[in-house]
């Protein structure tokens, strides 16, 4: 049972450098999500998804931009990267409704150096 | 303001005592509650949905107090598996929006 899978697991990059994190989930879930985890602060939302084709901005969705192309696959792109955005990443979904649990991916593991 | 305030303690309690954390939410349209736990380094999972007349499972207790905007989880006779950080979890129907609180922190010693 895969659920939640995040490609990749870690990664470096350089100041200006682009990349794309890949979600992607077995679950038929409508609803997906980023994240990013800082010390101290929690998870804060960097955008959404409540259906294929469709993405909405989160708390800090600046600096990131975000595909939902097909239903099991949710893209966090960082187009030019920054050492702000050294974090851990967690992709998440759930089913449609409001009472329905979030199933998390392992993370990955930013640093922008 | 945030969405969802947590203490992040840390609360350092000897094996077998009870334990209580509270979350504040800001936006009264919220319509369902979690809490996640999340041992370091690891993704969220969670704990417990949060039901409106309240509900147990084990030794946790989640209540949910819609009037003053606040949900709080009670762990008895803690173990030291406890350890861990809690989060609160809020969702709003309306947008599907699923925000977190920072976490409390729980260190269960023996």
């Known amino acids: 049972n895969a659920g939640v899978t995040q490609t990749p697991k870690f990664r470096v990059l350089k100041t200006g450098q682009s990349m794309t994190l890949l979600c992607a989930q077995d679950m038929n879930h409508e609803y997906m999500y980023w994240y990013r985890q800082d010390p101290g602060m929690g998870l804060r939302l960097i955008h959404y998804s409540v259906g294929e084709g469709t993405t909405a901005k989160g708390e800090v969705p600046d600096g990131y931009n975000v595909s939902r192309l097909k239903k099991q696959n949710f893209l966090l792109g960082l187009e030019s990267a920054a050492p702000s955005q050294t974090s851990v990443y967690f992709c998440a979904s759930r089913a449609a409704g409001g009472k329905t649990e979030a199933f998390f991916g392992q993370g990955t593991r930013l640093t922008v150096v | 303001r945030k969405e969802v305030e947590q203490d992040p303690g840390p609360f350092n309690v000897p094996e077998g005592a009870t334990v209580a954390f509270n979350c504040t939410y800001s936006?009264?349209?919220?319509?369902?509650f979690f809490w996640y736990r999340q041992d370091c380094r690891k993704e969220p999972k969670l704990l417990m949905s949060?039901?409106?007349s309240g509900n147990e499972d084990g030794r946790f207790t989640a209540q949910l107090n819609r009037a003053s905007q606040y949900i709080s989880l009670l762990i008895r006779d803690s173990k030291l598996s406890d350890s861990a950080t809690y989060l609160c979890?809020?969702?709003?129907?309306?947008?599907?929006?699923?925000?977190f609180g920072s976490g409390t922190k729980l260190n269960v010693k023996p």
């Open positions: 979890v809020v969702n709003s129907i309306t947008f599907n929006k699923f925000y």
């Open positions: 949060v039901y409106s």
């Open positions: 936006n009264s349209a919220s319509q369902s």
